[in-house]
């Protein structure tokens, strides 16, 4: 709230706040009064509702996101995603509430002459009323309920862009706010490390006392169970070694991946027509009796091809569509002369011979270990994932993680005392501490399904839970011991830096400006220097000459030398550069003030959510 202070203090700020705010937020603020909510809601503010499957999709959609983007799906953490989407949600039904408090409505004849307009209804440049109808039952909504979203659409709309519209942030400053960021500075830094310091570092008892009775509410012991797990990796597991069949397989799949004809050309008998699957198995016979192949396509074939003897050419997968694989069974093994079994595909029923093989197009010998490597991979692939899907049946089934092991043969892991917070062990993922206390798999201490580690799959199963729990002294004394070992050491390392920063001042910075301290020329933005570094470099300004400083830090403490700051004016910037960067100060400033907008009604709105909802939506 203080940028917003700092703001409303100014005077643009209390013409702001006369013209659009008070009116606005301080005769429009909800009263609190007793509310229900109705067990297919989450959350209701005033009469606007988000309902429980309005609320599922969110979280589906927002995890669906983060898995598109490359996120390891068990390093999303569930719980963080849900407030996510609950706080979002929850600030949009308190603006839509206000907006209606406010009596911010948007007439039927504007919704219409919007509608009108949207490309969706639109045919050959004009509305359409049987694409709005259409709309209307693909979406299962009436023309009324359609109004009411939009309406409620463009009222929220318009009442944000009242508040964030009202950021005003003038000219002057924002040319300061651009300086600032153009200013850099060559900079020197020696670090002093608290771990350096420790073996200075006393603590007495009493002090380890002292600070147990001041953070006692700080001092918990996490919730705990003790973790049976096993885990599966494609990489450990005995593999059958290809055959000749699962070899030619990744062969026909590498050279259709890669639009590469094996070689093979063919002639064919297509039988098309509600008795096709009996005239081929007629024409099959007569084959086999040995009549002539190119005859019988002149005779039967329902192909054009069968006027030359059946002829179709270099062997295309793709031609077969949804077929293909099946095509390529019936070819498979098959040499120059022999022909194939009636094989169906969209077009027909299809008897093949292959007519010429060019060995060198084929050329399996020449890729064969590589088609050995994709055949040994995708065999590992497939029991990989049928054994996943095993473990998961009989975990289902309600066996343990330990008589699982044994049916299929691998260790069971052990995590005693595994930490909800703060957890350092190998299976530190949020996914699996989600997992390791679940309510229902804790009660009923069953295994969880799998949770998928990147290249790995896991099974835990939880027992022992034990509820988090103030800590006695005894228990928190080592981690008093190194809290107070920390705070101490960085003290004394903050003295050094301090001498050595003054000894600077009076003999020069000579000693302290050595090539191996240099990390070059340095913007407010910088990431090689620490926050707090960071927050000390253009504090320090003389009018000319190098500056020397000490700082603390969250390590120990740091001894900075800083150079004549190069004071760029945003003057030099383009007219498109700075209208780029007044733009995005005051949408950040038009971001802040909503917040704090948000804030204000979140403390001034009675917001109901339904925790018997929400909590079922954690499992």
Same mark, same amino acid.
């Given at each position: ?98 907006? *209606?408090?406010? &009596? ?70 924002? *040319? ?39 953070? #006692? ?70 084959? @086999? ?43 498979? &093994?098959?040499?120059? &002369? ?37 055949? *040994? ?73 799998? =949770?998928?580690?990147? @290249? ?65 020329? =340095? ?47 945003? *003057? #030099? ?47």
């Amino acid at each position: 709230m203080e940028k917003m202070r700092n703001f409303l203090n100014s005077w643009p700020g209390r013409l702001m706040l006369v013209g659009t705010l008070i009116p606005m937020a301080f005769l429009g603020t909800g009263t609190f009064g007793k509310a229900s909510i109705q067990p297919n809601e989450l959350i209701k503010v005033g009469e606007q509702v988000v309902d429980v499957s309005t609320f599922q999709a969110e979280v589906n959609a927002e995890r669906n996101a983060l898995l598109a983007s490359g996120v390891d799906a068990s390093l999303i953490n569930e719980e963080a995603l849900i407030q996510l989407v609950l706080k979002r949600l929850t600030d949009k039904a308190l603006l839509e509430n206000q907006a *209606s408090v406010l &009596g911010m409505t948007v007439s039927d004849e504007m919704i219409s002459g919007l509608l009108q307009q949207y490309d969706i209804f639109q045919d050959n440049g004009q509305f359409s009323n049987d694409k709005f109808a259409t709309y209307l039952q693909q979406n299962r909504l009436t023309k009324d309920a359609l109004f009411h979203l939009e309406r409620l659409r463009l009222s929220l709309r318009q009442l944000v862009t009242s508040i964030v519209g009202t950021a005003i942030y003038p000219n002057d400053q924002i *040319s300061r706010l651009i300086d600032l960021q153009l200013e850099a500075r060559e900079v020197w830094v020696h670090r002093y490390t608290w771990q350096d310091y420790v073996d200075q570092v006393e603590i007495s008892d009493a002090q380890i006392e002292e600070y147990f009775n001041k953070n #006692q509410d700080k001092l918990l012991k996490p919730a705990t169970v003790d973790l049976s797990y096993i885990e599966l990796n494609p990489e450990t597991l005995k593999v059958e070694e290809p055959t000749e069949d699962d070899i030619n397989a990744q062969h026909a799949a590498y050279l259709k991946e890669n639009g590469i004809s094996d070689g093979r050309e063919l002639a064919q008998i297509l039988l098309t027509g509600a008795d096709a699957a009996k005239k081929a198995e007629e024409v099959r016979k007569k084959l @086999d009796a040995g009549e002539s192949f190119e005859a019988l396509a002149k005779q039967y074939s329902d192909d054009p091809s069968g006027a030359n003897g059946g002829n179709i050419g270099t062997f295309k997968p793709a031609v077969f569509g949804d077929a293909a694989a099946k095509v390529e069974a019936a070819l498979s &093994g098959l040499t120059v &002369g022999q022909t194939s079994q009636p094989v169906q595909s969209g077009f027909g029923y299809h008897i093949f011979k292959v007519t010429k093989v060019d060995d060198n197009a084929t050329a399996l010998a020449s890729v064969r270990d590589q088609m050995i490597d994709r055949a *040994s991979k995708f065999k590992r692939s497939q029991t990989f994932e049928d054994l996943s899907a095993r473990i998961n049946t009989m975990a289902t089934d309600g066996m343990g993680v330990a008589d699982i092991a044994k049916e299929i043969g691998v260790q069971v892991g052990r995590i005693d005392g595994y930490a909800q917070t703060d957890n350092r062990t190998p299976l530190a993922q949020p996914a699996v501490i989600a997992a390791a206390f679940d309510d229902f798999l804790i009660q009923d201490q069953s295994v969880s399904p799998n =949770i998928s580690l990147g @290249d790995k799959n896991v099974w835990v199963q939880s027992s022992n839970y034990q509820p988090s729990r103030p800590l006695t002294l005894q228990e928190a004394r080592p981690q008093i011991q190194q809290i107070l070992a920390k705070q101490k050491a960085i003290e004394l390392a903050l003295a050094d830096a301090k001498k050595q920063a003054e000894q600077a001042k009076t003999s020069g910075t000579a000693s302290l400006t050595v090539p191996s301290a240099n990390i070059g020329m =340095i913007t407010r933005i910088t990431p090689l220097l620490s926050p707090l570094e960071l927050a000390s470099l253009f504090l320090h300004q003389s009018a000319e000459g190098n500056d020397v400083w000490a700082v603390q830090t969250e390590e120990g403490a740091s001894v900075i030398v800083g150079g004549p700051v190069n004071k760029t004016q945003e *003057s #030099q910037l383009s007219a498109t550069d700075r209208q780029r960067a007044a733009t995005v100060i005051r949408d950040n400033v038009g971001a802040d003030q909503l917040e704090d907008y948000l804030r204000y009604l979140r403390d001034s709105t009675e917001v109901i959510i339904n925790d018997k909802a929400l909590q079922e939506q954690r499992h």
